[in-house]
């Protein structure tokens, strides 16, 4: 059997049938939802604080308990989120009997910044991701689980993270979502040679920590057409709470965040890698992602032992933010799945 035929055994689209819409935040009423019943909701549940990561680098974390939970889900999120992202699905989550941890990478929003500037992404290490998050489960979301499974949602830059997480150590986990994980990254225009010939450059030539060319610090300039969801809503609502906190500026990245993220992701998908995750795996690929490479994911799926890649048609790179169509019926896949496997 060829490697088309054997992706194409774990891949199947997403049903769009949605059971019960009305327990979803729809987007035609989505700011004021969120104000006035999500919001309230969470933060009566909210503990945050913070941890040394690697090289004692303060990072921000939010814990949300819930009594008698079925099992804790643990956020890993995207490059330049921040935790306010996910307050909606940390909803979902808790409205299904799940305790809900997040925590804000380094040089992420109220974790300590390390670019040239107080908005730029870098990271000294990939590996530093990892270890990071390593640290949050073993100090904050563990003691705090009350001796119950670990369950995993990784998106993007945090797909990565958390992908390159369970080859690492197999036995936190009992089942993971991967979000349009980076597992390869789109360099658009530049080709990935020249991407990285310029990075690798820069590197050598002691500007390392520069902004990649392209790449510049953060601007408050609202420009929905060039965003990674369809759903203006979701979008606005997160813009409006961005633009009024200093501490959530995110900028671009610096040429060594480049290469150390092509190193791991290059890392990752190799087949010795890729087939210690040996856990359940549902990994959502969409159809009009610009930040990550599909090839990359089909092969990773290819080799982990229990991965389900599902195409979620219509959607930019979040799908788990994108208008009701889709967002709903992924929010159900996302829910069904954990429902099946929290417990194993």
């Known amino acids: 059997m060829n490697k088309d035929n054997l992706v194409s055994k774990k891949n199947s689209e997403l049903n769009f049938d949605i059971q019960d819409i009305?327990?979803?935040i729809s987007q035609n009423n989505y700011k004021e939802e969120m104000l006035n019943k999500v919001e309230p909701y969470l933060h009566k549940k909210l503990k945050c604080g913070y941890i040394l990561g690697e090289k004692k680098l303060k990072l921000y974390y939010e814990k949300f308990i819930v009594k008698n939970a079925k099992a804790n889900i643990v956020i890993c999120h995207g490059l330049g989120e921040v935790t306010e992202k996910y307050y909606e699905l940390i909803y979902y989550f808790m409205k299904e009997q799940y305790s809900v941890f997040i925590v804000e990478h380094r040089g992420h929003g109220r974790s300590q910044r390390i670019g040239i500037d107080s908005s730029q992404i870098n990271v000294e290490k990939f590996d530093y991701y990892v270890e990071d998050f390593r640290k949050f489960i073993d100090e904050i979301v563990i003691p705090c689980g009350n001796n119950k499974n670990l369950?995993?949602?990784a998106h993007s830059m945090g797909g990565g993270i958390g992908t390159v997480f369970l080859e690492k150590y197999n036995n936190y986990f009992k089942a993971a979502i991967l979000s349009s994980p980076m597992h390869g990254i789109?360099?658009?225009?530049?080709?990935p040679s020249l991407a990285y010939i310029i990075s690798i450059g820069m590197k050598i030539f002691g500007a390392g920590k520069r902004y990649l060319p392209g790449q510049v610090p953060y601007v408050e300039k609202e420009s929905f057409s060039s965003t990674a969801t369809n759903c203006k809503e979701r979008y606005s609502y997160l813009y409006d709470k961005i633009k009024n906190n200093n501490a959530y500026h995110s900028g671009g990245t610096s040429a060594s965040w480049y290469l150390e993220s092509l190193k791991a992701t290059k890392s990752l998908i190799k087949k010795e890698n890729s087939e210690r995750v040996t856990i359940p795996v549902?990994?959502?690929?969409?159809e009009y992602d610009t930040y990550v490479l599909p090839e990359a994911q089909n092969n990773f799926a290819l080799h982990a032992k229990n991965c389900e890649l599902i195409n979620v048609k219509g959607s930019k790179h979040e799908s788990y933010f994108e208008r009701?169509?889709?967002?709903?019926?992924?929010?159900e896949k996302v829910l069904s799945f954990y429902e099946d496997h929290y417990k194993k």
């Not at 549902?282 to 969409?286: A, I, N, W």
């Not at 009701?324 to 929010?331: K, L, Q």
């Open 22 to 24: 009305k327990k979803y």
């Open 324 to 331: 009701d169509e889709i967002v709903f019926a992924v929010f």
């Open 186 to 191: 789109n360099t658009g225009k530049f080709p």
């Open 151 to 153: 369950l995993l949602f």
């Open 282 to 286: 549902l990994l959502f690929q969409t």
